[in-house]
Nanobody
Framework: QVQLVESGGGLVQPGGSLRLSCAASGNIRSIDIMAWYRQAPGKQRELVALVTSGGTTNYADSVKGRFTISRDNAKNTLYLQMNRLQPEDTAVYSC????????????WGQGTQVTVSS
């Protein structure tokens, strides 16, 4: 079974930067997609960015050009570099992994709070 643990959230001023990390452990074979989602108070959870095992990335329009997702397979860690943060980026950010073995399983981390405020 895969476990995901996020870190790196916190309070940052508008225009600042943060880097989130998601460490994967356990049976991590055949994880084909990893992603970051976020959920702001009173809003639905939304996809922020994803990366496939082949290295293909995709971003929400609202973060394109500001956020970068990357995956270090040697360290079994997913990252989200967030630059030029804005108050509307405030949310709980959660790590996601899709694993396909005999069947497909979805795994979520516990989430980390990102607050952008002056």
């Amino acid at each position: 079974q895969v476990q995901l643990v996020e870190s790196g959230g916190g309070l940052v001023q508008p225009g600042g930067s943060l880097r989130l990390s998601c460490a994967a452990s356990g049976n991590i074979r055949s994880i084909d997609i990893m992603a970051w989602y976020r959920q702001a108070p009173g809003k639905q959870r939304e996809l922020v960015a994803l990366v496939t095992s082949g290295g293909t990335t995709n971003y929400a329009d609202s973060v394109k050009g500001r956020f970068t997702i990357s995956r270090d397979n040697a360290k079994n860690t997913l990252y989200l570099q967030m630059n030029r943060l804005q108050p509307e980026d405030t949310a709980v950010y959660s790590c996601y992994a899709r694993q396909t073995l005999l069947s497909t399983a979805v795994i979520w981390g516990q989430g980390t709070q990102v607050t952008v405020s002056s």
